[in-house]
C-alpha cells in the first residue's frame, strides 16, 4: 500500500464512508461454476455514492508486464483534500496472447482492488474464476493398492 504523505483528512473520510456502505448484490451469474456474484457494476453502485459524500474518487490503472505477463491494476482513492491512498493487484491471465482473456483479468483486479481498498463487504467469494476448473471424477476408480495388512496381535495365556 502507497500513501500520500499525509492521512488526516482521507483517514476519516474514508471511515465514514465505510460506515455508509452497503453489500454488493449478487446480481451476476457464473455458469461454470454455477454460482453467483457481485460484478464491478454492483461494488461501484454498492461504494461510490458513500466515497464521493465524503469526497473521496476512485482512479483505476491498468498494466501489462511483458516479461512476467502479469497483469496488474492500481486502484487509487483521491481525497478533495488532495491526500490519497493506493494499492495494487495482479494476476496472471488464463491467455496472455488473447485480449478477452486480458480484459477479463483488468475487470476481476478493479473489482476486488476496489473492494479491498474499501473495505466494501463481499456477500460473495466468485475466485472460482481465476482458477482452472474443478478435475472430474474418473467413473471407473482404480482399487487402491493396499499395504500389507499387520499381523495380529500375539495370543497371550494367562
Partial sequence: ??????????????AAAQS?????????????????????????????PALNKHGISVLQF??????????SVETRL??????????????LPKDHKNVQAVGSTITYLKRYGLQSMTGCPSEDDDGNAASPPPRQQRQQRRPRRQSP???PPPVVDY
Fill in 20 to 48: 455508509e456502505m452497503t453489500g454488493a448484490k449478487k446480481g451476476s451469474r457464473n455458469p461454470h461454476f454455477r454460482s453467483s456474484y457481485a460484478d464491478l457494476a454492483a461494488v461501484m453502485e454498492a461504494v461510490m
Fill in 1 to 14: 500500500m502507497k500513501h500520500s504523505e499525509s492521512m488526516a483528512a482521507i483517514a476519516p473520510a474514508l
Fill in 78 to 91: 483521491l481525497h478533495k483534500s488532495g491526500e490519497w491512498v493506493a494499492g495494487t493487484c495482479s494476476a
Fill in 149 to 151: 495388512a499387520a499381523p
Fill in 62 to 71: 491498468p498494466s501489462f508486464d511483458l516479461e512476467t505477463k502479469l497483469v
